[in-house]
């Protein structure tokens, strides 16, 4: 009897121990919704059901949430808390427990609890190096915000300098606009009273340069336009051939030691040293589209017939210009066809050098393009009927040096009576009065170039006023100032709020990555002033326009840390600096303390297991 008593016992605590279910892997923020209620039911967390709750964690599937299974991985979209004590607590897809693989969030093991495989509870020395390295983390952001902070002080000042230079600036400026006006009343005033004198000393030498003028100015106009013409078509040769040479030198295969190219590229560069500025506008011709071009040389030719077509003198010196210019391009293309058609016919095609060849290839199209040019020039000079028009220009020249060469003897000849009397018979001498419109031009072009300095001061300091600089003009004392990272072929060299360059550690070449256009945008259309755009560089070969987008990290110190090409030609540089830092992060009383208020939430560290290849491999 005693014996069936105890046994009876034994049985009724067995079975209220089996109604009770396990609560493994919830949440303890959620515990007191895992209570049975009255009718000893369970309701799923998303009301989608109730169930009996002696059948949580049944490893049975019943709510569609899968809130009834938190410790076992019977439904696939539950979730399974890990207590980490020791470390951070952490929470996993519940169809993770019991599946074989220690999961790397789970550093308590509590994930794989049915013994199939026993996973080391590393909590302890995670949680020490998660602390170690968010300790550290804290120590740069509060260096980091202190830096910014220094920046933030520095700027409020820098900005009252700014704003009282401006105030200077634009008072002199006013003074200086007065001076100017009253500075070219006076030359205007005198050099027509020159001009008067010179016309009443003779009048019919100005009545023969009209004659000429009216007789051999309309022939000039055409003569200059022409060389216009022609000119344009000898500048895009001479930059076509640059860039073939350029693209040799900087991109050939120096492995191969071809002789034929090896001469190439040291003529070429010895003309380099004596002509360093052709690489440049060739690069600015090949960044160039047509249309653009286009408009630009009609834009040339537009203001030279308003600058150039009014008389003799200044249409005369414009195609002397020309003409220099012409002879000038003209060798230039001989020395830069030669080299390239030496190239062609001596370089070693069994090399597969694909700079050489690409070049021979553009030698062959630039054949073609001139010869079209050519054709086109010479169809325009037979319509204007060339040869006659240079002799009728010979001869207009020919005939204003003789008048020159009058004027000049008749002026000399009045010189000694201009010295002692005056344009009105007063005390003042002519020579007096040519002394007088020297000094007033002299003080006119003074005050012009000073007033022209002025202006573009102080539009350059209210640019720098109005610009955004960041959360309490944080960029303000950096502006302009230029960071750069040695990258091994390349150099690249970051200017805060100003422009990024690539330069070449070869040969010192350097290419625009874009000037700074705007700051970047965070997800919600909000400007992020931790990335710089920097946009409209150099243009690629066959690509776009090279730009760089530089995004900032948290450091105390400025510098560039990597520099990566995406996408071609679209570079992205990550950079270290105050200016990601957390502004609100540092007290006032903060500048001694060891940490830093506010910061975001730890984030757990994986462990070294994790990184040793274990996946999880759902099946």
């Known amino acids: 009897m005693h014996l069936c008593s105890i046994s009876a016992v034994s049985l009724i605590a067995a079975l209220a121990s089996a109604s009770a279910p396990s609560l493994r892997g919830v949440d303890p923020l959620l515990l007191e919704k895992y209570v049975a209620d009255a009718q000893g039911n369970f309701a799923c967390l998303d009301g989608s059901a109730l169930i009996p709750f002696a059948r949580i964690n049944d490893d049975y599937c019943d709510c569609a949430d899968g809130s009834d299974e938190p410790g076992t991985s019977a439904c696939n979209n539950g979730s399974f808390y890990c207590a980490n004590e020791g470390h951070v607590a952490a929470r996993i897809s519940s169809s993770k427990v019991n599946d074989g693989i220690c999961d790397p969030q789970c550093c308590d093991g509590s994930d794989e609890w049915d013994g199939f495989i026993k996973c080391p509870n590393t909590c302890a020395e995670i949680g020490l190096r998660h602390r170690t390295a968010e300790a550290a983390r804290q120590a740069n ?65 100005e009545r023969r340069r009209q004659k000429l003028e009216e007789q051999y100015l309309d022939d000039l106009n055409a003569y200059r336009r022409h060389l216009s013409f022609e000119l344009h078509r000898l500048r895009a040769h001479s930059d076509t051939l640059v860039l073939l040479l350029r693209s040799v030198r900087n991109d050939h295969n120096a492995e191969f030691n071809d002789a034929a190219v090896a001469q190439a590229i040291s003529e070429y560069s010895e003309f380099l040293e004596e002509h360093p500025y052709v690489e440049a506008a060739a690069l600015e011709y090949a960044n160039e589209e047509p249309a653009q071009r286009v408009e630009r040389e009609r834009a040339s030719d537009n203001d030279s017939e308003a600058q150039d077509s009014a008389s003799y003198a200044v249409c005369n010196a414009a195609i002397s210009i020309y003409e220099n210019e012409r002879s000038t391009v003209v060798a230039d293309i001989d020395f830069y066809y030669g080299l390239l058609d030496a190239l062609r016919k001596g370089y070693n095609k069994n090399y597969h050098d694909l700079a050489v060849k690409a070049a021979v290839v553009g030698l062959d199209d630039f054949d073609a393009l001139r010869e079209r040019d050519l054709n086109d020039v010479q169809v325009a000079a037979d319509a204007l009927g060339l040869d006659g028009l240079v002799q009728r220009v010979e001869e207009a020249r020919t005939a204003f040096e003789a008048l020159a060469s009058e004027e000049a003897a008749q002026l000399e000849s009045q010189g000694s009576e201009a010295k002692t009397v005056g344009p009105s018979g007063d005390d003042e001498s002519e020579h007096s009065l040519d002394d007088q419109v020297a000094e007033a031009r002299t003080r006119f072009w003074d005050l012009q170039s000073e007033k022209n300095t002025l202006r573009n001061a102080v539009s350059t300091l209210e640019e720098l006023l109005a610009k955004d600089l960041g959360p309490q003009d944080v960029y303000l004392p950096l502006n302009g100032q230029c960071y750069s990272l040695d990258a091994g072929e390349y150099t690249y060299e970051v200017c805060l709020l100003d422009r990024a360059t690539q330069i070449s550690n070869k040969d010192n070449s350097r290419q625009s990555l874009g000037s700074f256009t705007e700051f970047g945008k965070t997800a919600d259309g909000q400007v992020d002033h931790g990335v710089h755009r920097y946009l409209q560089g150099t243009k690629c070969w066959n690509g776009p326009h090279r730009s760089l987008t530089a995004t900032f990290e948290c450091a105390d110190e400025i510098s560039v840390l990597a520099v990566s090409e995406p996408e071609k030609c679209e570079y992205h540089a990550k950079m270290a600096g105050p200016f990601a830092c957390p502004a609100a992060g540092l007290s006032e009383d903060a500048e001694s303390a060891d940490v830093v208020d506010g910061l975001p939430e730890m984030t757990p560290i994986e462990p070294d297991y994790a990184k040793d290849g274990a996946v999880h491999d759902e099946l």
Do not use: H, Y
């Not at 260096?143 to 401006?166: C, H, I, P, V």
């Open 141 to 205: 952001e509060l260096r980091g915000a202190r830096r910014r902070r220094m920046l933030t002080q520095e700027a409020r000042g820098l900005r009252k300098e700014k704003q009282e230079e401006l105030e200077e600036k634009q008072a002199r400026l006013a003074v200086v606009e007065q001076q100017f006006t009253e500075a070219e009343a006076l030359k205007d005033d005198l050099e027509a009273r020159q001009k008067a004198a010179n016309e009443k000393a003779d009048s019919s030498l």
